[in-house]
């Protein structure tokens, strides 16, 4: 498997934890794990296979990094990228706005290019609208930490092991 770049934006540090819970399932060798806050969007070039993580604020506004990091992707091509995605919300007190954040980053990748994978269905979540849906599947991985941080670990273990077949 060619090496992984795992992109991440986090306010409070819960999907930095995801992130290395991820890149720990992974393993070492294969990825390479990247704050958004310390690069910009050309970086995303160097890698065939590339994990975003994002929370949701506002009300299913981006993560504040990611407003500075998202519209660097009008300048770089992902065509031939394989890319998996992962969200961080709360589906309790955001349950309209759930994960909106992983929506509009996907929007953005498959406008650029990119091959989006490890759709992840929605069952165990209650929440009541998402611009990450996508059939009966979110478009990445759900993970609420504030509702649900019990099932985090067995979440990223299992999806970890449904992407790891598809990356190139
Ligand atoms: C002020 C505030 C606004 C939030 N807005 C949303 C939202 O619109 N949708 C959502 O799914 N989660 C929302 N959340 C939940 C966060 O996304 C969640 O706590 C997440 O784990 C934070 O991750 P981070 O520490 O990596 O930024 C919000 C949380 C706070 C405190």
């Not at 589906?91 to 955001?94: H, L």
């Given at each position: 498997m060619k090496t992984v770049g795992l992109f991440f934006g986090s306010e409070t540090g819960n999907t930095e934890n995801a992130a290395s819970m991820i890149a720990a399932e992974l393993g070492d060798g294969n990825v390479e794990v990247y704050n958004i806050a310390d690069c910009d969007?050309?970086?995303?070039?160097?890698?065939d296979n590339i994990i975003l993580g994002c929370s949701t604020w506002g009300f299913g506004e981006l993560q504040s990094d990611w407003e500075n990091f998202?519209?660097?992707?009008?300048?770089?091509d992902l065509t031939g990228k394989t890319v998996a995605l992962f969200g961080l919300g709360d589906?309790?007190?955001?349950a309209d706005v759930f994960l909106d954040a992983m929506g509009t980053i996907c929007e953005k990748v498959r406008e650029r290019g990119g091959s989006v994978i490890g759709a992840w269905p929605t069952d165990g979540y209650e929440f009541t609208?998402?611009?990450?849906?996508?059939g009966s599947n979110f478009v990445g991985l759900a993970i609420d930490t504030d509702n649900q941080d019990d099932m985090t670990p067995g979440r990223v273990s299992e999806w970890v092991s449904m992407i790891s077949g598809q990356l190139q």
């Open positions: 969007a050309s970086s995303l070039a160097s890698y998202l519209p660097g992707f009008d300048s770089v589906q309790v007190n955001y609208g998402s611009t990450a849906l996508e």
